[in-house]
Nanobody, 118 residues
Framework: QVQLVESAGGLVQPGGSLSLSCAAS???????????MGWYRQAPGKQRELVAY???????TYADSVKGRFTISRDNTKNQIYLQMNSLRPEDTAVYFC?????????WGQGTQVTVSS
């Protein structure tokens, strides 16, 4: 059974930084390394939206709202992805979800709360 587990989020002041990780279990290195991995977020009262994703080849795509501030990366040897978030803003407050897509399969983590507030 595939499981995606995000690291704990937290409360950060505006302008601060936070790093998230997502560990995939129940999946082989081969399948993980050939999956597209991503981060999404959902703010209260809003739809879930893409934050960033990284392909099996290492190409990255970011939402316009986070370009230049967030960085997604992956370590296939550990079956993990990461999201480094810098220059955080109050509007970045949301539940952040890890996502894995491989062919017809689409897996989600439980989400982790990130709150940006003074």
């Amino acid at each position: 059974q595939v499981q995606l587990v995000e690291s704990a989020g937290g409360l950060v002041q505006p302008g601060g930084s936070l790093s998230l990780s997502c560990a995939a279990s129940g999946i082989s290195f081969s399948i993980f390394s050939n999956s597209r991995m991503g981060w999404y977020r959902q703010a209260p009262g809003k739809q879930r939206e893409l934050v960033a994703y990284i392909t099996s080849g290492g190409s990255t795509t970011y939402a316009d709202s986070v370009k230049g501030r967030f960085t997604i990366s992956r370590d296939n040897t550990k079956n993990q992805i990461y999201l480094q978030m810098n220059s955080l803003r109050p509007e970045d407050t949301a539940v952040y979800f890890c996502n894995m897509v491989k062919g017809p399969y689409d897996y989600w983590g439980q989400g982790t709360q990130v709150t940006v507030s003074s």
